[in-house]
């Protein structure tokens, strides 16, 4: 059976989304619905995210253009990578990281680092 993408918001209000194996757009397409969701029954809150990369497979291209709406939606705040899978993540991040994204995406190596960056003005 495929594993599907979880997406839902912790006990600290930060939006958590764990990418599981190969990236669909149907997965990716679930994901922004999601997240569209929970922006539109909060219009005014900013959103800090960690994305957890478990078995994740880097994505298509078209599925990457996805995630950058994900990213570039006007309520997501700063979004913290955990770098179990570090080679991926530096791939998939080259992107965000090179173009707007320099100041809001970190790779993190603990949940702890990612709250602590959240904090931070």
Not at 25 to 31: S, T, V
Not at 73 to 90: D, I, M, N, T
Request: charged fraction near 35%.
């Amino acid at each position: 059976m495929e594993e599907l993408n979880e997406l839902y918001i912790d006990d600290k209000g930060v939006v958590r989304i764990i990418l599981r194996g190969d990236q669909t757009k149907e997965k990716a397409e679930k994901l922004f619905y999601d997240l569209l969701a929970i922006a539109q029954r909060q219009p005014e809150k900013k959103f800090n995210g960690i994305i957890d990369m478990k078995k994740f497979i880097p994505p298509s291209k078209e599925v990457e253009e996805i995630y950058k709406k994900i990213f570039s939606h006007p309520q997501v705040g700063k979004v913290a990578y955990l770098s179990e899978v570090l080679p991926y993540v530096e791939i998939f991040l080259k992107f965000f990281v090179e173009d707007i994204h320099k100041d809001t995406v970190r790779i993190v190596a603990s949940e702890e680092q990612a709250y602590k960056w959240f904090e931070e003005k």
